[in-house]
């Protein structure tokens, strides 16, 4: 199982960056994605989720209206779009993968927020 997440680094305040997380090694379609961030000295939080039909996404009540996951089960892939950015958005970026019981995680992204 691979989770691979690109998209990371640095961002201007108000600017955009897009994540990406390339799946392999799992049905992928059944599975929930989400996107979690742990900034320094803080815990691990979940930023969005979206289910496995793609119809149904939670987020983060920061980050609502600027951030929208999406997913593209055809290419195994899951997208954070991250608008109006703010230094608060400053963190480690996680990919996950939760279903069938199991947990996945990709070894995370930095995205930094600063002028």
């Known amino acids: 199982v691979q989770l691979v997440e690109s998209g990371g680094g640095l961002g201007q305040p108000g600017g955009s960056l897009r994540l990406s997380c390339a799946a392999s090694?799992?049905?992928?379609?059944?599975?929930?994605m989400s996107w979690f961030r742990q900034a320094p000295g803080k815990e691990r939080e979940l930023v969005a989720r979206?289910?496995?039909?793609?119809?149904?996404?939670n987020y983060a009540d920061s980050v609502k209206g600027r951030f929208t996951i999406s997913r593209d089960n055809a290419k195994n892939t899951v997208y954070l779009q991250m608008n109006s950015l703010k230094p608060d958005d400053t963190a480690v970026y996680y990919c996950?993968?939760?279903?069938?019981?199991?947990?996945?995680w990709g070894q995370g992204t930095q995205v930094t927020v600063s002028s």
């Open positions: 090694g799992f049905t992928f379609s059944t599975y929930a």
């Open positions: 996950n993968a939760d279903g069938n019981g199991r947990v996945y």
């Open positions: 979206i289910f496995s039909a793609g119809r149904s996404t």
